[in-house]
């Protein structure tokens, strides 16, 4: 198949230049995800979601990805259940995507790559008193994976493109009011789970993965206005917001397991 892009963080961001892996990382992020290799786990219970379209807060370009930030201050957007013990709150969820569609998902299935990937960043009141410390604890965080792949027209997603150009550059915001991100979620339950780490820097081993088996339909136009989006500021010489994914990790002595047979 298609060789994977080649990484284009070091000439393309300065946040990459380093392309630093947490030295002597053991379980770092994103992984190829085996299907034969991976474990059913008949104790893992179906994922719970919960999330309030009122806490929504503002979209805004961070250099790297657009991202949907959350108000995080109670218990009003949750998930629970599936391989987790207790809680853990919505802060935000962004998306990674490749210059063309032939990559640009961060994991892969049996070497199967998508054309983006939504990533949903929540993380533990229970042990944590804020998402930045979260950050730094084991296990502080869970982030649901969802793959998008090319089909048909996401009417959900279109409320989110269209306020895109309003963030083109970076360190732009727009306000966004009312969105239920469980619109992104695909119906099927079956998901894959396993300790990781964040993709971007600081890289921190912090993070339960849940990867949904089931990507969700969008349209040409819908990935392409990703696309349109800049890395760089107002004023600076423009590099379009492309190929916004880290390259696979080594799984190391780690084992996926899958809520499904
Ligand atoms: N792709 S992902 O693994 O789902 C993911 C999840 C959460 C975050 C995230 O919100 N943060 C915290 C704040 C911002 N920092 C910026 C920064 C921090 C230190 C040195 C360089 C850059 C990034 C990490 C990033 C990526
Ligand atoms: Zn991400």
Not at 30 to 57: A, E, F, G, M
Not at 113 to 121: D, F, G, K, M, R
Not at 153 to 172: E, I, S
Request: net charge negative.
């Amino acid at each position: 198949g298609l060789q994977r892009a080649p990484c284009r963080y070091a000439d393309l961001h300065p946040l990459w230049q380093s392309e630093l892996s947490v030295s002597g990382g053991t379980r770092q992020s994103p992984i190829n995800i085996q299907w034969r290799d991976s474990v059913y786990d008949p104790h893992l219970k179906p994922l719970k979601i919960h999330y309030d379209p009122t806490t929504c807060l503002y979209i805004w370009n961070n250099g790297y990805s657009f991202q949907v930030e959350f108000d995080d201050s109670a218990d009003k957007s949750v998930i629970m259940g599936g391989p987790l013990e207790n809680h853990y709150r919505l802060k935000q969820f962004h998306f990674h995507w490749g210059a063309i569609n032939e990559w640009g998902s961060e994991h892969m299935v049996d070497s199967k790559v998508y054309p983006a990937e939504l990533h949903l960043v929540h993380w533990n009141p229970v042990t944590s008193t804020s998402f930045e410390e979260a950050i730094m604890e084991n296990n502080g965080l869970v982030v649901i994976g969802v793959f998008l792949k090319l089909g048909a027209h996401h009417a959900g997603l279109q409320k989110l493109v269209d306020a895109l150009p309003a963030v083109k550059h970076k360190d732009t915001i727009v306000e966004f009011d009312v969105f239920d991100p469980s619109c992104l979620m695909p119906s099927c339950p079956d998901y894959w789970t396993y300790d990781g780490s964040l993709t971007t820097p600081p890289l921190t081993e912090s993070v339960t993965w849940i990867i949904k088996k089931t990507p969700i339909e969008v349209d040409q136009n819908q990935l392409e206005e990703f696309r349109m989006l800049l890395f760089t500021s107002a004023g600076e010489e423009e590099k379009r917001m492309v190929d916004n994914f880290r390259p696979l990790q080594p799984l190391m002595n780690r084992t996926v397991r899958s809520s499904f047979r």
